[in-house]
């Protein structure tokens, strides 16, 4: 599997967890508060490791940075609207109103992030991304990539 490929399952991974929190959110389902707050530093954990894998890649781009601005651009905006929802969801506690709703939003959010990733602007890093440069960042994200360790 390819750093793209991974990072691709990884987010709709992510995604998956969160909208299980909002599914059983304890004010609709068996989940206690405490099991919701632990799942959802779980999920937030997990997301901020992907959002800082991308960076790892596009510290590596090198001279193709500037074929890639606009796309980069996008994709670090959308990272830092993501990022704004967590730090939302942060700030309110794990029973009140609106917590059900802004972890909903940081799926929602990174769905819309993962689909723009996936379809454009993945294909983009890999058609600028040297095979060198693609073998550092493999290199860099080996110690987070499941099984990599394995295939070496």
Same mark, same amino acid.
């Given at each position: 599997?390819?750093?793209?490929?991974?990072?691709?399952?990884?987010?709709?991974?992510?995604?998956?967890?969160?909208?299980?929190?909002?599914?059983?959110?304890?004010?609709?389902?068996?989940?206690?508060?405490d099991?919701?707050?632990?799942?959802t530093?779980?999920?937030?954990?997990?997301?901020?490791?992907?959002? /800082?894998?991308e960076?790892?890649? %596009?510290?590596?781009?090198? #001279?193709?940075a500037q074929? +890639?601005?606009?796309?980069? &651009?996008?994709?670090a905006?959308?990272?830092?609207?993501?990022?704004s929802?967590?730090?939302n969801?942060?700030?309110?506690?794990?029973?009140?109103?609106?917590?059900?709703?802004g972890?909903?939003?940081?799926?929602? /959010?990174?769905?819309?992030?993962? %689909?723009?990733c996936?379809? #454009?602007?993945?294909p983009? +890093?890999?058609?600028?991304? &040297?095979?060198?440069?693609?073998?550092?960042?493999?290199?860099?994200?080996?110690f987070?990539?499941?099984?990599a360790?394995?295939?070496?």
């Open positions: 599997m390819n750093v793209f490929e991974f990072l691709t399952e990884e987010a709709q991974s992510v995604v998956r967890r969160l909208n299980a929190v909002v599914e059983h959110y304890p004010a609709t389902a068996d989940w206690t508060w099991q919701a707050f632990e799942e530093k779980k999920d937030i954990s997990m997301l901020t490791e992907h959002l /800082k894998k960076t790892v890649i %596009e510290s590596n781009v090198g #001279d193709a074929a +890639l601005v606009e796309p980069m &651009s996008k994709a905006e959308q990272r830092k609207d993501i990022n929802s967590v730090d969801v942060l700030m309110i506690h794990v029973d009140e109103a609106g917590f059900k709703e972890v909903k939003q940081i799926a929602e /959010k990174l769905t819309d992030h993962n %689909e723009f996936s379809r #454009d602007y993945y983009l +890093l890999q058609k600028h991304i &040297s095979a060198n440069s693609l073998q550092n960042i493999q290199d860099q994200l080996q987070s990539l499941p099984g360790a394995q295939q070496s």
